[in-house]
């Protein structure tokens, strides 16, 4: 196994950086880190649009597509060029999990019309998987799809919907037969969001989002009429399709992340007192060595990633892996929330979530990384469970690693 880059490799870690520099806006970038992350819709598509204009849209797109041909170690670089510098996410509903579901078991036409607004990203997805009592037990949706012609008329209600209120489609899984065995009578339906007869209802949430940029949200279908033709694959196969799907919504690299994570932490605790002495939070031993043990594990978290991405780059497939890069990203991500809400302390009580808007002219409550701390911990609370609860998590890797 070499774990070691190639100069070509560590050339094209050098131009990913260089073209952040002159693409990523200084404004954005400082407003990011004011509001802990949270920007507007057109921050995101200005970004999507530089990445599609430099040819990086879609890293993990085949080229037939319009991937860019990125090896994994090209990935693996990119990624950490990016979360080094805080570049705005990618929005992960359309380029990293609709467009495989329809590259793979979409129509050519489908393919046609969908995959070039996807990458050049001039359409805004949404997931409509989970409902109301039915999360992680997916099959168990009651959003109705009945046919009726050429036509399915869509009843029922989706929740959890992340920033739904600015998406322009949405993928769903609905119930089109009433089967003993749920999985079989699903289907993969791709709708309109302006269809008529869908209403978005945001939910408010504990971490205070500013009005309009809450990030999740309830879909109600009330007799929404979908073309037979946004059908994806077979009718009752959606089962099947949603399985595929979940699998580019796990197994992604988290120790980038959690790298600058980290560091925020550590920027904190050397700008806060400790207690009445003159010291610093930093120098604290408690705090350090609980700093000390969770960078331990993040390096312990960077070389299992580093190992997968040798057997990708062999050719071989990850397995259960993923499942364990999921369960302990996200619990150091939460970790990392909890240093920082303890290293704010008393910085924390304001709560204040200032809007991404531009032309901010206030100072943060306390130190900048600070301010955004509350916020941060109270919505990270929620990565243990989507994309499959780690407990589920724990259940496959017992299944397939011990054959429990």
Same mark, same amino acid.
């Given at each position: 196994?070499?774990?070691?880059?190639?100069?070509?490799?560590?050339?094209?870690?050098?131009?990913?950086?260089?073209?952040?520099e002159?693409?990523?806006?200084?404004?954005?970038?400082?407003?990011?880190?004011?509001?802990?992350g949270?920007l507007?819709?057109?921050?995101?598509?200005?970004?999507?649009?530089?990445?599609?204009?430099?040819?990086?849209a879609?890293?993990?797109?085949?080229?037939?597509?319009?991937?860019?041909?990125?090896?994994?170690?090209?990935?693996?670089?990119?990624?950490?060029?990016?979360?080094?510098?805080?570049?705005?996410?990618?929005i992960?509903?359309?380029?990293?999990?609709?467009?495989?579901? $329809?590259?793979?078991? *979409?129509?050519?036409e489908?393919?046609? =019309? %969908? +995959?070039?607004?996807?990458?050049? @990203?001039?359409?805004?997805?949404?997931?409509?998987?989970?409902?109301?009592?039915?999360?992680?037990?997916?099959?168990?949706?009651?959003?109705?799809?009945?046919?009726?012609?050429?036509?399915?008329?869509?009843n029922?209600?989706?929740?959890?919907?992340?920033?739904?209120?600015?998406?322009?489609?949405?993928?769903?899984?609905?119930?089109?037969?009433?089967?003993?065995?749920?999985?079989?009578g699903?289907?993969?339906?791709?709708?309109?969001?302006?269809?008529?007869?869908?209403?978005?209802?945001?939910?408010?949430?504990?971490?205070?989002?500013?009005?309009?940029?809450?990030?999740?949200?309830?879909?109600?279908?009330?007799?929404?009429?979908?073309?037979?033709?946004?059908? $994806?694959?077979?009718? *009752?196969?959606g089962?099947?399709?949603? =399985? %595929? +799907?979940?699998?580019?919504?796990r @197994?992604?690299?988290?120790?980038?992340?959690l790298?600058?994570?980290?560091?925020?932490?550590?920027?904190?605790?050397k700008?806060?007192?400790?207690?009445?002495?003159?010291?610093?939070l930093?120098?604290?031993?408690?705090?350090?060595?609980?700093?000390?043990?969770?960078?331990?594990?993040?390096?312990?978290?960077e070389?299992?990633?580093?190992?997968?991405?040798?057997?990708l780059s062999?050719?071989?497939n990850?397995?259960?892996?993923s499942?364990?890069?999921?369960?302990?990203?996200?619990?150091?991500?939460?970790?990392?929330?909890?240093?920082a809400?303890?290293?704010?302390?008393?910085?924390?009580?304001?709560?204040?979530?200032?809007?991404?808007?531009?032309?901010?002219?206030?100072?943060?409550? *306390?130190?900048?990384?600070?301010?955004?701390?509350?916020?941060?911990?109270?919505?990270?609370?929620?990565?243990s469970?989507y994309?499959?609860?780690?407990?589920?998590?724990?259940?496959?890797?017992?299944?397939?690693?011990?054959?429990?």
């Amino acid at each position: 196994m070499d774990l070691k880059f190639s100069n070509d490799e560590l050339m094209f870690q050098e131009e990913v950086r260089n073209w952040i520099e002159r693409t990523y806006p200084k404004e954005m970038r400082e407003r990011k880190e004011l509001t802990g992350g949270t920007l507007t819709k057109e921050d995101y598509v200005y970004w999507q649009k530089a990445l599609y204009e430099k040819g990086w849209a879609g890293i993990n797109w085949p080229e037939e597509y319009g991937g860019p041909g990125f090896t994994a170690t090209q990935r693996y670089l990119f990624d950490l060029e990016m979360a080094k510098a805080g570049t705005p996410g990618i929005i992960p509903f359309g380029l990293s999990m609709v467009a495989p579901v $329809i590259m793979k078991f *979409g129509t050519p036409e489908q393919k046609r =019309k %969908y +995959l070039p607004d996807i990458l050049a @990203g001039n359409v805004w997805w949404c997931q409509g998987y989970s409902e109301p009592g039915s999360g992680s037990d997916l099959a168990s949706l009651r959003t109705k799809a009945v046919r009726d012609g050429e036509h399915f008329i869509v009843n029922g209600t989706k929740t959890w919907t992340t920033m739904a209120q600015h998406a322009d489609m949405i993928f769903c899984l609905v119930r089109t037969e009433d089967e003993e065995i749920p999985q079989k009578g699903i289907s993969f339906l791709l709708i309109d969001m302006k269809s008529p007869g869908i209403d978005v209802k945001p939910i408010v949430t504990i971490d205070g989002p500013p009005a309009g940029f809450q990030e999740i949200n309830m879909v109600h279908f009330e007799d929404v009429k979908v073309p037979a033709g946004n059908l $994806i694959g077979e009718e *009752g196969k959606g089962w099947t399709y949603a =399985k %595929y +799907l979940l699998e580019f919504e796990r @197994g992604t690299a988290y120790s980038h992340g959690l790298k600058a994570s980290l560091e925020k932490v550590k920027n904190i605790a050397k700008k806060v007192e400790c207690g009445s002495s003159e010291l610093k939070l930093i120098d604290d031993p408690d705090f350090a060595n609980q700093l000390a043990e969770t960078e331990i594990a993040i390096s312990a978290m960077e070389y299992t990633e580093l190992r997968i991405l040798s057997s990708l780059s062999a050719g071989k497939n990850v397995g259960p892996e993923s499942s364990l890069l999921k369960c302990r990203g996200t619990e150091l991500q939460q970790k990392l929330t909890e240093l920082a809400a303890e290293a704010a302390g008393n910085y924390l009580i304001p709560f204040s979530h200032p809007s991404p808007s531009k032309g901010l002219n206030w100072e943060p409550v *306390g130190t900048a990384e600070s301010d955004s701390a509350g916020p941060t911990y109270f919505n990270t609370r929620k990565v243990s469970i989507y994309a499959g609860s780690n407990e589920i998590q724990r259940n496959i890797m017992a299944k397939l690693v011990l054959g429990l």
